[in-house]
């Protein structure tokens, strides 16, 4: 059975820096691209940040964190980190972890970040 667990999340001011982390288990973490979503209540959820599976290291990002979040994995702890610098009030969501297994897509169960002006 496929796990996706997201700890942590935080209250911090703008400016701040916090670390999301997502570890995966029930399947070959390696071979698996990830993503970061995050979501405002009422709206789409939308990407933020992708990283492909350890043979590639490709890692993408959206406009709007390009410079100031940073995704990466370690392979021998079956998680994906995305760090986060310079947070402003727009970034306070709830952050998703995603990955999807043979066709079937796995969700995190969201970890709230709040940042305050």
């Known amino acids: 059975q496929v796990q996706v667990v997201e700890p942590g999340g935080g209250l911090l001011q703008a400016g701040g820096s916090l670390r999301l982390s997502c570890s995966v288990a029930?399947?070959?973490?390696?071979?698996?691209?990830m993503d970061w979503y995050r979501q405002t209540k009422g709206k789409q959820r939308e990407l933020v940040s992708s990283i492909s599976s350890s043979n590639y290291g490709r890692t993408d990002y959206e406009d709007y964190v390009k410079g100031r979040f940073t995704i990466y994995r370690n392979n021998y702890k079956n998680t994906v980190y995305l760090q986060m610098h310079s947070l402003k009030p727009e970034d306070t969501d709830v952050y998703y972890c995603?990955?999807?297994?043979?066709?079937?897509?796995?969700w995190g169960q969201g970890t709230q970040v709040n940042v305050s002006s």
């Open positions: 029930g399947t070959t973490f390696s071979i698996r691209p």
């Open positions: 995603h990955t999807i297994i043979r066709g079937s897509e796995y």
